[in-house]
């Protein structure tokens, strides 16, 4: 089956309310349908697609695209991750063995194993080797350009904004000027976003990753037109993989998302 057939059929919990639905259940109005294959809810990933979504919703809501995403864990994972990122949680869904990665073929991850470790050791040193590069591509270059800076990139962070960043003091936005203007990807501005993810899952570990066992497995994008035509897709290949272009994660959306991108 294509990815829409294996879609279409599956149901997942809804974290809104607790029932077992479609994935594509009240999509049918959509021009576009937009599913999202996340992986762990508190996965680097996960995370910052859900912010970029955020921070483009007016303009996805004017091209008339309907969004439903799938990420691993519960339903106590979906409803922190909803808190914390603003995703509405009608929209999100949750597979707690990653099933529906599976029947897509998407990339699990490296999967070195030691005998005399368990499922979730063995899960935590691939994770570790990963974000060290090895078995994910891409992923140390991405690191990198998060405390370099990007003007291929939109600015990220408002001059007026007040940056809460645990360990690092509350700091407004204007402080990236110093590092180099205003207008796109300043040194050190995602990379501050991403310590702020990565405080909130720290922080509430338990709650965002139920279940080990799952945490290399990667996510995918996949896009529908109303007939379920696949109009774009693509396959996560390492951590900080999320998108085809990680400077503007929306562009392939066309006209209306990541607009006036660059200085």
């Known amino acids: 089956m294509d990815a829409y057939a294996i879609i279409k059929q599956t149901q997942r919990q809804r974290v809104s309310d607790g029932a077992i639905a479609p994935i594509l259940s009240d999509c049918e109005s959509a021009t576009r349908q937009l599913v999202l294959v ?17 921070r483009e919703a007016e303009q996805l809501q004017a ?89 291929q990139a939109p600015q990220l962070i408002d001059d007026e904004e007040v940056v809460q960043a645990k360990p690092l003091p509350p700091f407004k936005g204007s402080f990236f000027k110093l590092a180099g203007g205003t207008g796109f990807q300043r040194p050190f501005e995602l990379a501050t976003l991403r310590l702020r993810n990565m405080t909130e899952v720290l922080s509430h570990w338990k709650t965002y990753v139920p279940d080990a066992a799952y945490m290399t497995q990667r996510g995918g994008t996949f896009l529908f037109d109303a007939q379920g035509e696949l109009l774009y897709e693509h396959r996560d290949r390492g951590i900080l993989g999320f998108a085809e272009d990680m400077s503007n994660p929306l562009s392939f959306l066309g006209d209306g998302s990541c607009l006036n991108v660059g200085s």
């Open 63 to 151: 091209q008339n695209i309907t969004i439903r995403a799938v990420g691993i864990g519960d339903r106590d994972s979906g409803q922190k991750f909803c808190d914390y990122t603003g995703f509405p949680a009608g929209c999100l869904l949750i597979d707690p063995t990653a099933e529906l990665h599976r029947q897509l073929g998407l990339y699990s991850g490296l999967s070195l194993k030691v005998p005399s470790l368990s499922s979730a050791q063995n899960a935590w040193m691939n994770l570790m080797l990963m974000c060290a590069g090895i078995g994910s591509p891409g992923t140390l270059a991405e690191v990198f350009r998060g405390y370099r800076g990007d003007r």
């Open 38 to 54: 996340w992986p762990q809810l508190g996965d680097f990933d996960s995370l910052e697609y859900a912010w970029w979504l955020q």
